[in-house]
T-cell receptor
């Protein structure tokens, strides 16, 4: 069964701690994306990667970091520099031939 | 830059028809997506329009006018399970990135 997995579904952290959200896909997609969604809002792009070992900042990259060492994996680290990290985080992937993005189930991060 | 506008909220009655509009301003337009998102879940693909006109898929249809920078999603025979947010997203020359609108929260009432 092909798809995108994100874990965990819910994550709780104390302020000042870094936290890494995982995203894995077995769709053989080249491109992967991280979005942030706040209550009642649309999706805002944090980082994206078109190919392994390369990634670019999206609209709201400050306070976040990513890596793309493998085609299947695109982990997102929420650092202590992110002023308001509590949000719903969605990972997506797409192929080079098709602009449609496939989404993982999301991780709801709460920082207190 | 890109700008995508859609209404924040809409309410409709079960069994009725509702039209959700989306207007956009972008350079290098490739196509427009509509996604459905239930609360706390991932967005799921509904439709993709590249050319002008209406694409029909069961109870859902999507329309695009490239010259007017306008699209709408039409939902017929509304069901309670259609209560969700509907996201309009534009694909532009910037690779295969999508820019999303703020989403329209649709509430279907009995």
């Amino acid at each position: 069964d092909g798809g995108i997995t994100q874990s965990p579904k819910y994550l709780f952290r104390k302020e000042g701690q870094n936290v890494t959200l995982s995203c894995e896909q077995n769709l053989n997609h080249d491109a992967m994306y991280w979005y942030r969604q706040d209550p009642g809002q649309g999706l805002r792009l944090i980082y994206y990667s078109q190919i392994v070992n390369d990634f670019q900042k999206g609209d709201i990259a400050e306070g976040y970091s990513v890596s793309r060492e493998k085609k299947e994996s695109f982990p997102l680290t929420v650092t202590s520099a992110q002023k308001n990290p509590t949000a719903f985080y969605l990972c997506a992937s797409s192929s080079a031939e098709n602009y449609e993005q496939y989404f993982g189930p999301g991780t709801r991060l709460t920082v207190t | 830059g890109q700008n995508i506008d859609q209404p924040t909220e809409m309410t409709a009655t079960e069994g009725a028809i509702v039209q959700i509009n989306c207007t956009y301003q972008t350079s290098g337009f490739n196509g427009l997506f509509w996604y459905q998102q239930h609360a706390g879940e991932a967005p799921t693909f509904l439709s993709y329009n590249v050319l002008d006109g209406l694409e029909e898929k069961g109870r859902f249809s999507s329309f695009l006018s490239r010259s007017k920078g306008y699209s709408y999603l039409l939902l017929k025979e509304l069901q309670m399970k259609d209560s969700a947010s509907y996201l309009c997203a534009v694909s532009s020359n910037a690779g295969n990135m999508l820019t999303f609108g703020g989403g329209t929260r649709l509430m279907v009432k009995p």
